[in-house]
């Protein structure tokens, strides 16, 4: 009989953010690909109360419907009460309440033998109340944010400790994100290094001068893929660009602090040097990937960045911070360099590249584990490892 999962996912795509969760789902999808494993996913939407809630930026989320074929996936996506900015804590409590009677019904139907919650918070402390709402045991994946931010914060810490340790098996995106979660006190032994895929046949060698000329791009590019927030470091790049005459900077992702670093590039004068591309839909990252000579992301945080192993996947090397997986990620020189967050470091380093790049084949070899044949593998052998264990 095959393993029947409930994947408990917060982070998950729609039609009106099909960029979100991308990665979780293309997991997901690779897992429920097996003949060994039925997947059933429940991705809670999280609405204000009235009148908040009608405000035009949820309209799309309303809209929703609550359950649904998502490629080859039955997603159901019930709603739940959240306090905009404020209402973290609170969340896990009140996702509970609402999903609960959902997953019991499933449950009758058709019982499920293993939770696989995917992001650490609130994911992970629903998870653990389902668990012992039904009986069954429960996964949890580190993936970044979820443990340096969540795993960190007075209100939330402990939600988050004592869901890794009340889990049956835990999984992290690398090998340094599974000992950030023992120094929290979580059980290193009961943590499986789980990597992220990559799809080879999409992220692949393009010719960088013909995608530089379909895209109307000129000279060396830079790349930067990563939402717009502080933690990501984009303004280190954009203090960079002085030391880097006549690099082009893109900028592909959206977010609040846009704005800052658009102030940023004026007051250096590299303005025109810079192009914010927004959040470009993940089919299309490849030939922007093909076009750059460097993809950079000096991040203050990371797991196993998806955008690093992607860069890879293209030929394009990378230039990133020593943070997460870096250094189980760069295993050769020709992979890239990792730097300490000074925009003089990184500009050194880019300009290393520049001056004397790389192979495209040798970059790519990099990524050629980091596979989504492997990363399902290794998935479904952890939850059929934990199928049958005492809740």
Not at 39 to 63: E, K
């Amino acid at each position: 009989m095959p393993l029947n999962i409930l994947m408990l996912s917060t982070l998950f795509p729609d039609i009106s953010r099909p960029n979100f969760g991308v990665f979780v789902e293309r997991q997901a999808r690779e897992l429920a690909s097996r003949a060994e494993a039925d997947v059933t996913v429940i991705a809670p939407v999280g609405l204000p109360p009235w009148p908040l809630s009608m405000a035009g930026r949820y309209a799309p989320l309303r809209a929703l419907p609550r359950k649904e074929r998502w490629r080859e996936l039955t997603v159901y996506r019930p709603t739940f009460p959240i306090i905009p900015a404020i209402g973290g804590p609170a969340n896990v409590i009140t996702m509970t309440r609402a999903i609960l009677p959902l997953v019991k019904k499933l449950h009758a139907q058709k019982p499920f033998d293993v939770i696989d919650a995917s992001f650490f918070f609130p994911d992970g402390p629903v998870a653990q109340r389902l668990s012992k709402a039904l009986g069954i045991p429960y996964s949890v994946k580190a993936r970044g944010a979820d443990i340096h931010h969540w795993g960190v914060q007075r209100s939330t810490r402990k939600m988050v400790r004592r869901a890794g340790e009340d889990a049956a098996g835990l999984l992290a995106v690398s090998d340094a994100m599974r000992r950030s979660m023992g120094r929290m006190g979580m059980d290193e032994d009961n943590i499986r290094v789980h990597y992220t895929g990559v799809d080879l046949d999409t992220f692949e060698l393009s010719d960088r001068a013909q995608a530089k000329e379909m895209l109307g791009f000129s000279g060396p590019v830079v790349l930067c893929v990563g939402a717009l927030i502080p933690r990501k470091g984009q303004d280190l790049l954009v203090r960079a660009l002085p030391a880097l005459p006549d690099v082009t900077l893109l900028l592909a992702g959206q977010g609040q602090y846009r704005r800052t670093l658009e102030n940023l590039a004026q007051e250096l004068g590299v303005e025109r040097r810079i192009g914010f591309l927004g959040s470009v839909p993940h089919h299309k990252l490849p030939r922007i990937f093909a076009a750059a000579d460097v993809m950079a992301l000096p991040s203050s945080s990371e797991g196993l960045a998806n955008a690093w192993v992607e860069a890879l996947a293209c030929g394009t090397p990378i230039v990133i911070s020593d943070v997460g997986g870096a250094r189980e990620l760069l295993d050769r020189p020709e992979a890239g360099r990792i730097v300490e967050r000074e925009p003089d470091a990184i500009a050194e380093a880019i300009s290393a590249i520049l001056a004397n790049p790389p192979a495209p084949e040798k970059v790519r070899e990099t990524a050629l584990r980091f596979t989504w044949g492997a990363n399902g593998d290794t998935l479904l052998t952890h939850l059929q490892g934990l199928a049958g264990k005492s809740a």
